[in-house]
């Protein structure tokens, strides 16, 4: 069956959608909350590719989507919730964060079963975790796994955002909004003409959100200061 000009559009945006939802963690960090209105303090996560017409012709036959169009914007609002606590929230400074130091910190919290860790990914571990060897590449969730028996997960932040901080946070610390577009979907996607160039479509996708830090007290950030 021959696809029409729609068709083809419909399974792009499916697409991108399908891979900013596998990427999408911020429902594992926080409180989520899904509005149909606004106020003034939304803001726009997003990417505006101009993209070739021919990536939309019918008689084509290849998968519609832009490889790495939506994870983007699941990691930039990664980047905003990190930006905006570390903002935030006041840094307690220690030279070597150990697993005492760590648990010390954690005992702090009323409800272990509500936190979650955010940690730099990279070499850094190296650096922070010297009582265990960490490979380049390792998710270290065992690691905090075995602090006595807390269960508490990690999640790795790319480190130019959240450079050599720890994060320690209850999920009920910060909410999160997200206003849906018009079919319900957190990511709003347009592809209109292009007002230029006629070979080429004009690509907006992006989720419009807002963060709250609902109680500060549930939030810590350790940052290691490493002595080269």
């Not at 220690?94 to 697993?99: Q, V, Y």
Request: net charge negative; aromatic share 10%.
């Amino acid at each position: 069956m021959n696809k029409s000009l729609e068709d083809v559009k419909k399974e792009f945006i499916y697409n991108v959608l399908k891979e900013y939802e596998e990427r999408n963690r911020i429902s594992n960090f926080c409180n989520v909350e899904l509005v149909r209105e606004t106020d003034g303090n939304f803001i726009k996560i997003g990417l505006r590719p101009q993209l070739d017409k021919e990536i939309f012709n019918p008689s084509m036959e290849y998968v519609r989507n832009v490889i790495g169009l939506g994870s983007s914007i699941a990691i930039g609002e990664e980047k905003f919730f990190v930006r905006n606590i570390i903002e935030a929230i006041f840094s307690t400074k220690i030279n070597e964060l150990r697993k005492i130091v760590l648990n010390e910190i954690i005992e702090e919290f009323e409800r272990h079963n509500n936190l979650i860790i955010l940690a730099p990914v990279g070499m850094v571990y190296k650096k922070m975790f010297k009582e265990h060897i960490i490979e380049w590449n390792t998710e270290v969730n065992n690691f905090v796994y075995n602090f006595n028996g807390c269960n508490i997960p990690i999640y790795t932040i790319v480190e130019d955002i959240i450079n050599s901080n720890i994060i320690i946070l209850e999920k009920t610390a910060v909410k999160w909004y997200y206003a849906l577009d018009e079919e319900g979907k957190k990511l709003h996607i347009k592809i209109n003409e292009h007002g230029k160039y006629p070979d080429k479509y004009d690509v907006i996708v992006y989720s419009l959100i807002k963060q709250i830090i609902t109680d500060a007290s549930k939030i810590k950030i350790i940052k290691v200061v490493v002595n080269d």
